[in-house]
Every structure is written in C-alpha cells, then in structure tokens.
C-alpha cells in the first residue's frame, strides 16, 4: 500500500502542473490499453475527449444510457460516435425503467434519488469497472465541492485509479478551448443547461449560478455515485 501512494504522489509531483497532452501520454505509456472513459458528453467531456483521441484514437468509451436521458443527448451521442469514429459502448442498466417504476414507483428519482442512479448508472459502471486499470475523467475543481479537493493523478474512494486531467481548469478555460477549436458540444448548453444528466434531475441554472445547480434541485445531492470521492479530499 505504501509503494501504491508512494506512485501516486510522485506522479502527481511530476505531473500535476503539466499540460492535458502531457498528462495522457504518460497514461498512455503506464496503462497502455487497459484505460477507458465514461462519459454523457457534457462540454468538459468533448474538452478531454478531444484531447485523448489524438493520443489513444481507440480508447474505449462507455455512455450510460439510463432510460432517461434528452433525446438531445441520445442524438449527440450518436453525431459524435461517427463524426469522431469513437470506440463507444452503450451500456444499460440491468433493470429497465419499467421494473424499476414497478419498484420503486412512477418517479423513482423523487422516491429515492440515490438509489435510482445507483440502479440505472452506478451498477453498468461496476459491471465493467474491473475491465480497466484506470479511468480518465473530465471533472474540475471548480465543478462543485465534492469535487474541489481531487487531484490530477487520483484514486476514487472505490480504489480505482482516476486521472483528471483537467482538474485545475475553470469553465471559462474550458470553454475557450472548445470555441478556439470549434469542437462540437451538447445543444443544450445554449439553452441554459451547464451541466447535463436524467432529464427528470436536470434543470437549467440562471445566469451566473453554480454549474451543479442544476442537478437534483431541491436536493441536498451533488452526485450520482459514478465519481466516488475519499472523503479526506473532499472541501
């Protein structure tokens, strides 16, 4: 265990300050091919997917398809697959929404919040998460609390490896870089939707308000359970 923190420090050490294309390729020379990303193909997703194509062109991807999705969402997923020729795998979750309103009720998300995205995203991610050495995310800082204490070169509170590449990025910089490239991005980011999941647990946020405000409104909930915080790194 200690030669395991020992790495991740030396590596943040080294790493942290460095650029997103410089972080990958050291991922890439570590982990080799047993790497892979999830993602909703939120706008800070597009930003390190750009960047990770070009170093790790067959990398593999999953989008969780929970059943609730935007049909906008579903319809970029599919644009961005064959635009980009992404190595993409839907997974679904083992009970279909159906049995899973038969369960819990019509609205399982107002019944159980946590629980209903540990049935439709949480156990797809578990089915596949042992495939993989490590998993590159595109989470920041400056997303939300429980995300405000990660580090580059990361272990989520599952024990899996998580490199955040973009973890000292704002949204700002993010957003400048997907314009500067003319990258793609979800069409409801236009419409006042910064951050996008289930529709029925996703608003859109007034002008200047945090990017989760959002997510579960009303709630005292910041995540789904797919990104799994140490508890000593959270602020």
Known sequence: ?????????????????????????????????????????GYSGIAILHHAIKIMPDMKIYFIDTGFHFNETLDFCKELTEKWNLNLEVLKPEITVKQLQKK????????????????????????????????????????????????????????????????????????DYIKKNKLPYHPLHDKGYPTIGCQPCTKPVKEGGDERDGRWPDMQKLECG???????KEK
């Open 1 to 41: 265990m200690e030669i395991y923190k020992k790495f991740l420090a030396e590596a943040n050490k080294k790493y942290s300050n460095s650029d997103v294309d410089t972080i990958l390729k050291w991922t890439k020379k570590t982990f080799g091919e047993s790497f892979a990303f999830t993602t909703a193909f």
């Open 104 to 175: 819990m009720g019509k609205e399982p998300y107002k019944v159980n919040a946590d629980l209903c995205c540990h049935y439709l995203k949480v156990e797809p991610l578990l089915r596949v998460l042992h495939k993989h050495s490590a998993w590159l995310s595109g989470i920041r800082r400056d997303q939300s609390i429980t995300r405000g204490g990660i580090e580059v070169i990361d272990v989520d509170g599952r024990g899996c490896i998580k490199i955040c590449p973009m973890a000292k990025w704002t949204r700002k910089q993010t957003w």
């Open 226 to 232: 797919i990104h799994l915080f140490n508890n000593k």
